[in-house]
């Protein structure tokens, strides 16, 4: 996977949880866009909702339209070593880990919210025969 999207309400605090929160580094901001690097060569678009429901002209081409609306899921690998400290930075920042699941596979996955109520998973490996 290249990248995937978000759609926030709220552009800087949603920026704000990704960088500050997840360590996410932004690579690109404005008003309708952010875009973070989520490792691995892949990048975590934050789209302000309604924003891009006409799409966009680019000098270059066009951009069709798209957009999103409910909370929606994505999952972020971590190392196993990493989990204990992860837990220790959600607490620390008054995030509450929704569920804590350990798969057959050996992988443990951490589940919570972001500010626009969707479902933020820190999995490490072991959850899928892939990861």
Do not use: C, Q
């Amino acid at each position: 996977m290249l990248e995937t999207s978000l759609y926030v309400d709220d552009m800087l605090r949603a920026r704000k949880f990704y960088v500050d929160v997840l360590g996410l580094s932004p690579m690109l901001e404005d008003e309708r866009l952010t875009a973070l690097d989520a490792g691995e060569g892949t990048v975590l678009l934050l789209f302000r909702r309604g924003a891009t429901i006409h799409g966009g002209e680019l000098p270059n081409g066009r951009i069709p339209p798209h957009d999103g609306s409910g909370p929606v899921h994505l999952a972020l690998a971590i190392t196993a070593a990493d989990l204990a400290a992860w837990e220790v930075r959600l607490s620390d920042a008054r995030i509450a880990v929704e569920s804590r699941l350990a798969w057959d596979r050996g992988g443990i996955s951490l589940y919570f919210r972001d500010p626009d109520g969707h479902s933020v998973e820190l999995a490490t490996p072991g959850v899928w025969p892939t990861y």
